[in-house]
């Protein structure tokens, strides 16, 4: 059978990889826009579920697989009926079975030589460079990557702006975010920085809400003409693979801590050179909260969206966008297959009462490898399970581990009464610091947030998929004492 991956990012390497393992007689196809793949290695489980990994970068022509055939090529169409994948240099590469593993792009603010958009390996070269002489830079967004690149602007005056209340509302709720920007402040190596700004308190965050803070981003003008507009008006620009994890350590080391002030419940409305011809800034962001900033150079990283403009209208679309998947991550299209970004993977949100999506590498990795899997024949139901019975994701953010666990921040949990849901945090001082959170339903504990080494993964791994009643510990749960062998006899 003539099996094609689409991709070269983490999850078409790692569909590839698994295809050419399992099925080394037969011949696979690789075709990727960027002659460098990202590939995964020192894969370290941490529990059952939990895993680090190094992401790693190699030429296209590298993989150490006999039967694998590599095509650098960018796709331009699809005909799923004759089963032909056309590329923009006129080539075609026809299949019997195909995974789009194409990512996803991002979100960009506007047109200007001084907005950097974050997202793959070139886009972080070109910010090495762009920083060399920067005196201040804004950064724009609140997800994993602004907050890595937070933490890589270290000696440099920042202006932070997002839309939430408190710094990354996708991973931490208000105390963990406090416990975070605290850390920020000590700097790396242990000289004070400064975070000018405040967390919202949850009365703050609904008032916000009550003066008209915009939910959502949206695009800007800036000083140059637009690239085009994508879906909900995004200018679309070219991308390369998702950086990964550990990007960091390619900007310029420096051991001050930045110098933020935070800008929260705020969006950027404008991006324009200064009005005033003597100003020592050559660009000007400003936001819907009134204030302005001049800077030496915006960098944006604001989101993405799944890649699936260039299909065909017959493949199903869920409501983000990404390409709907069966439990075997199959599209609606006969004989196409879909993992990563690009992909929604609604089944096992709705079958898995602790996993939900949300666009990451250790979720692009685990579906790549699904994905070959199920092309080859070779899944079962107990694979199944393992791959999507639990929601982990492994970080650092500011020099501290990060891991998180199940519905670590009530995710699905919207609809239950509030009296039944209740929250435990502690965190602790010193050289090992550390913050740790969870969520329980009815006793039972749902998700957990751990920052630094509090080596309770496992334990917490284990309570939330045993369902371990835990009501009559009550905070007690979160002492360093307890001793979790006994919960489990």
């Known amino acids: 059978m003539r099996r094609v991956v689409l991709g070269g990012g983490i999850a078409g390497v790692c569909c590839a990889e698994e295809l050419c393992r399992l099925l080394p007689d037969d011949d696979v196809t690789i075709v990727s826009a960027s002659a460098v793949l990202k590939g995964v290695e020192n894969v370290v489980h941490l529990t059952r579920n939990i895993e680090e990994f190094l992401v790693v970068e190699r030429d296209l022509h590298t993989l150490p697989y006999k039967n694998l055939r590599v095509v650098q090529g960018t796709a331009k169409s699809l005909d799923t009926q004759a089963k032909v994948l056309a590329l923009a240099s006129g080539e075609n590469v026809s299949y019997d079975q195909l995974c789009i593993c194409v990512g996803a792009r991002p979100k960009v603010l506007g047109s200007s030589d001084y907005v ?34 937070i933490q890589g602007l270290g000696g440099m005056e920042v202006i932070w702006v997002l ?9 931490f709720d208000i105390d963990a975010a406090q416990f975070l920007l605290d850390e920020l402040r000590k700097g790396r190596s242990g000289q004070q ?30 000083p140059g003409p637009a690239a085009g507009s994508a879906r909900q008006g995004w200018p679309r620009v070219p991308h390369g693979h998702a950086v990964g994890p550990k990007w ?21 409305g404008s991006i324009r050179q200064p009005a005033d011809a003597r100003s020592p800034w050559p660009v000007e962001v400003e936001l819907t909260s009134g204030r302005s900033y001049g800077a030496d150079l915006v960098v944006c990283a604001i989101g993405v969206e799944p890649v699936t403009d260039w299909l065909p209208a017959e493949i199903e679309r869920a409501g983000d966008g990404g390409l709907v998947v069966d439990r075997e991550m199959r599209t609606s299209a006969d004989g ?8 929604s993977a609604g089944w096992a949100a709705e079958e898995s009462q602790q996993w939900f999506q949300m666009r990451l590498w250790t979720q692009a990795r685990v ?57 435990y945090s502690r965190a602790t001082e010193g050289d090992d610091s550390s913050f740790v959170r969870v969520v329980l339903l009815r006793g039972r504990m749902q998700g957990a947030v751990l920052i630094g080494d509090t080596g309770l993964e496992e334990a917490f791994e284990n309570v939330i998929l045993d369902g ?3 009501s009559q510990f009550g905070p007690r749960i979160l002492d360093p004492d307890i001793e979790f062998d006994h919960i489990f006899d």
């Not at 196409?336 to 992909?343: E, F, I, P, S």
């Open 116 to 149: 950097l958009t974050l997202r793959d390996t070139q886009s972080v070269e070109d910010l090495c460079t762009r920083l060399a002489g920067a005196r201040r830079v804004v950064v724009v967004g609140n997800g994993g990557i602004a907050l890595e690149t």
């Open 163 to 171: 839309k939430h209340g408190h710094i990354g509302d996708a991973f």
């Open 193 to 222: 920085g400064s975070c000018i700004g405040k967390q919202m308190s949850e009365d703050d965050q609904d008032a916000g809400k009550g003066r008209g803070a915009p939910e959502q981003e949206r695009p800007v003008q800036g």
């Open 248 to 268: 960091t350590s390619a900007l310029p080391s420096r051991a001050a801590a930045p110098q933020v002030t935070l800008e929260p419940n705020a969006i950027v």
């Open 336 to 343: 196409v297959w879909a993992a990563g970004d690009v992909c």
């Open 367 to 423: 579906m790549g490898a699904y994905a070959g899997r199920c092309m080859a024949g070779m899944a079962d139901e107990l694979q199944c399970g393992f791959n999507f019975e639990l929601f982990t994701h492994v970080t650092r953010f500011f020099g501290k581990k990060v891991i998180l666990l199940g519905l670590y921040n009530g995710q699905k949990l919207e609809g239950e009464r509030k009296e039944d849901l209740i929250a």
């Open 468 to 470: 371990i009643d835990l």
